[in-house]
């Protein structure tokens, strides 16, 4: 439940962060004055429409509460074994509700009991988390109160024409502003990259191909390299210049294997140049890793920096 709620939310709207302000509750009827108040109630609908089956069992106080400290990036309001159970109870609940028999259950027995205060926390959280990457852009009680009109089916301050409107011109603008902030990190990383790699080529043992790999062997085997064509076994350690890691099979605790030729060119050229048994060092240029781009974990433009043991060629 907690990932669909979440998937839901976060379909609200693409993402972009900002600095929240305070926020006042319109009345019934009272116009909704600027864009911020406008997408607020908006977004505030949309989530509403996602968790209306949970409705009748949310304490809508301790809802906005947990979306409240979600954006503040508060701890937990509630334990695990609080959100196991309240999870539970509230899908039988829901279930029963849609005349179905929750599996574990006799027909015709009562719902199981839910506190309303544990419902809204656990819900709001969700939300809060979803919607933290634009909470700059919501007036959280404006949102609160939109979501609770369009759960309860009371009359609403917008029609969904005016709210489909105002999503697509909300969704246009976060969009512009999200790649005007991924151009100028991705000008930065790549600076940066540039300046680094400058420096790193006159490194004792570093050695350079002419694509602009950057390697130094660590290791050597003695066993025979592989080809684009192979399927290699390998540990390996990702880091970011700045020394994040961002991907590792060492703390998965096992090797990974894959093909040479589907993985980005810095891999396909570098570990080809490996015998087996060997561990190299390799420093890839944003060019020949994830570009402008970039991926989960890697910024655009980013300069990586991998430590590659080739186990085998399978």
Same mark, same amino acid.
């Not at 972009?16 to 909704?32: D, F, S």
């Not at 005349?99 to 199981?112: I, L, R």
């Given at each position: 439940?907690?990932?669909?709620?979440?998937?839901?939310?976060?379909?609200?709207?693409?993402?972009?962060?900002?600095?929240?302000?305070?926020?006042?509750?319109?009345?019934?009827?009272?116009?909704? +004055?600027?864009?911020?108040?406008?997408?607020?109630? @908006?977004?505030? @609908?949309?989530?509403? +429409?996602?968790?209306?089956?949970?409705?009748?069992?949310?304490?809508?106080?301790?809802?906005?509460?947990?979306?409240?400290?979600?954006?503040?990036?508060?701890?937990?309001?509630?334990?695990?074994?609080?959100?196991?159970?309240?999870?539970?109870?509230?899908?039988?609940?829901?279930?029963?509700?849609?005349?179905?028999?929750?599996?574990?259950?006799?027909?015709?027995?009562?719902?199981?009991?839910?506190?309303?205060?544990?419902?809204?926390?656990?819900?709001?959280?969700?939300?809060?988390?979803?919607?933290?990457?634009?909470?700059?852009?919501?007036?959280?009680?404006?949102?609160?109160?939109?979501?609770?009109?369009?759960?309860?089916?009371?009359?609403?301050?917008?029609?969904?024409? +005016?709210?489909?409107?105002?999503?697509?011109?909300?969704?246009?603008?976060?969009?512009?502003?999200?790649?005007?902030?991924?151009?100028?990190?991705?000008?930065?990383?790549?600076?940066?990259?540039?300046?680094?790699?400058?420096?790193?080529?006159?490194?004792?043992?570093?050695?350079?191909?002419?694509?602009?790999?950057?390697?130094?062997?660590?290791?050597?085997?003695?066993?025979?390299?592989?080809?684009?064509?192979?399927?290699?076994?390998?540990?390996?350690?990702?880091?970011?210049?700045?020394?994040?890691?961002?991907?590792?099979?060492?703390?998965?605790?096992?090797?990974?294997?894959?093909?040479?030729?589907?993985?980005?060119?810095?891999?396909?050229?570098?570990?080809?140049? @490996?015998?087996?048994?060997?561990?190299?060092?390799?420093?890839?240029?944003?060019?020949?890793?994830?570009?402008?781009?970039?991926?989960?974990?890697?910024?655009?433009?980013?300069?990586?920096?991998?430590?590659?043991?080739?186990?085998?060629?399978?």
């Amino acid at each position: 439940m907690k990932k669909a709620m979440r998937g839901a939310a976060a379909l609200c709207l693409a993402a972009m962060c900002a600095v929240a302000v305070p926020a006042t509750v319109l009345a019934q009827g009272q116009p909704l +004055q600027g864009e911020r108040a406008q997408v607020s109630y @908006m977004v505030g @609908m949309d989530v509403g +429409q996602s968790i209306a089956p949970v409705g009748p069992d949310i304490d809508y106080a301790a809802l906005e509460r947990g979306i409240r400290n979600a954006f503040e990036g508060g701890e937990p309001l509630l334990s695990e074994q609080d959100v196991a159970q309240t999870a539970q109870a509230l899908m039988q609940r829901i279930a029963l509700r849609n005349g179905q028999t929750p599996p574990g259950m006799p027909p015709g027995a009562a719902p199981p009991e839910v506190d309303r205060e544990k419902v809204g926390l656990m819900v709001g959280s969700d939300i809060g988390r979803s919607l933290q990457p634009i909470q700059g852009e919501l007036e959280l009680a404006v949102l609160v109160q939109g979501l609770r009109a369009r759960v309860e089916g009371g009359p609403l301050l917008m029609d969904d024409a +005016q709210a489909d409107a105002l999503r697509q011109s909300f969704s246009d603008r976060v969009r512009k502003d999200m790649e005007a902030q991924q151009a100028q990190a991705g000008e930065r990383n790549r600076t940066e990259g540039e300046t680094f790699l400058a420096g790193n080529r006159n490194e004792t043992g570093v050695q350079v191909t002419p694509s602009g790999l950057q390697y130094r062997v660590v290791r050597q085997g003695s066993g025979r390299r592989p080809v684009a064509s192979d399927r290699v076994r390998v540990h390996y350690e990702g880091k970011l210049l700045d020394g994040t890691v961002f991907d590792s099979s060492y703390e998965r605790g096992r090797p990974a294997d894959f093909g040479l030729g589907q993985v980005i060119p810095g891999w396909t050229e570098g570990v080809a140049l @490996m015998p087996i048994g060997s561990k190299y060092r390799f420093w890839i240029p944003a060019r020949l890793g994830y570009g402008a781009k970039g991926t989960e974990g890697i910024p655009p433009e980013a300069t990586l920096v991998f430590d590659v043991e080739l186990l085998d060629i399978l």
